[in-house]
């Protein structure tokens, strides 16, 4: 399993993308900095996204991406989330004003974006990667992912403050090799976190004691201005196997 990061980052300064991760080439999951990362020749092969959350950091670039490539020879796009997600994409996103109404576009029957609703912990597989949505606890309705090949599965939770049944579901994949977190404010900034719905560091570590299995966890999300409290921050946990994602970054698992 292939996981090219191409945003990881909970804002936008130059050189810093936000969330989207490219599996296999051809599928991503969030849409943060896809246009952004991907030439025209890698944005035509991206058929399939997952989307966490409505949050702009994990889909601006989805507009830009099917605009981008609208009259390209076969192009089309299938975006999976969990239905108040849809719900919002469709009211907020591609509603006519924010941006056109892809999905009735160039006609109602061979669209050019199709919006399919999940249901959450029911796996579905799209190019022999089995998903599973995962409800996490975000201050809007959010879902994680857990992907599994024949052989490995991962895991992202996507935005999230403390949370249950994420690290329940995560326990109980035999083949986990990783686990994708966030960690978006330094330590000061707990109480911005808690009424945001993020980790900081110390949030972080007493998350981590959830997880039973030995495996890296890689963070994302962390908010640029506050990259070095973060970094810093995250050393001092002193956990083996504790990573920040690295922009550009090819992983295999
Ligand atoms: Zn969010």
């Known amino acids: 399993m292939k996981l ?6 909970g804002g936008n300064i130059p050189g810093h993308g936000m969330t989207a991760f490219l599996m296999n080439d051809r599928l991503a999951m969030d849409a943060g900095w896809v246009s952004g990362a991907l030439s025209l020749k ?4 991206v058929k399939d996204i997952l989307i966490s959350h409505s949050h702009l950091d994990h889909t601006c670039t989805l507009p830009f991406l099917i605009d981008n490539n609208f009259s ?22 591609f509603n006519n004003h924010t941006w056109p109404d ?22 579905f597989t799209i190019n022999g990667l089995t998903f599973r ?9 959010t879902a994680g992912f857990t992907v599994e090949d024949k052989k490995v599965a991962i895991a992202f939770s996507s935005d999230t403050g403390p949370t249950h049944r994420f690290w329940e579901v995560v326990n109980g994949l035999k083949k986990l090799k990783a686990v994708i977190t966030e960690t978006s404010f330094p330590n000061e900034l707990q109480d911005l976190a808690h009424v945001s719905g993020h980790l900081t560091p110390a949030t ?21 201005k506050y990259l070095k409290a973060i970094r810093k921050q995250v050393g001092a946990l002193k ?9 550009g970054k090819t992983y295999k698992f």
Not at 133 to 141: D, E, F, G, M
């Open 72 to 93: 390209a020879p076969g192009f089309s796009l299938r975006i999976y989330a969990i239905p108040e997600v849809i719900a919002s994409m469709k009211n907020h996103l």
């Open 133 to 141: 949505a995962i409800p996490v606890s975000h201050i809007v309705p």
């Open 239 to 247: 956990r083996k196997n504790l990573h920040l994602l690295v922009q």
């Open 4 to 9: 090219r990061v191409l945003g990881c980052y």
């Open 204 to 224: 972080l570590d007493k998350e981590l004691r959830k997880l039973k299995k030995d495996v890296p966890v890689y963070l994302y999300g962390g908010k640029p």
């Open 42 to 45: 890698e944005q035509v092969k």
């Open 102 to 123: 892809f999905t009735c576009l160039p006609n109602n029957i061979t669209p050019v974006l199709k919006l399919i609703e999940i249901v959450p912990e029911t796996p």
